[in-house]
């Protein structure tokens, strides 16, 4: 059976930086004690992703906005 989009949406962050920010701040507000961030991208040439894993962890870094 599909997973309902509601369910998805609840427990999988996406979209920018700020809108994952977003998300981690409802969690933290809620009780959550620990998060883990599982970064992924479907960009196929490796190098390009690993820039993009890059820039994705210095803009979620703490302390950045």
Do not use: F
């Amino acid at each position: 059976a599909a997973v309902p989009e509601r369910v998805l949406n609840a427990l999988i962050l996406r979209g920018s930086p700020d809108a994952i920010r977003a998300g981690l701040q409802r969690y933290l507000a809620a009780g959550v004690e620990t998060a883990v961030l599982a970064l992924g991208s479907a960009e196929p040439d490796p190098a390009k992703k690993r820039e993009a894993m890059r820039a994705a962890l210095r803009a979620l870094a703490p302390g950045r906005r």
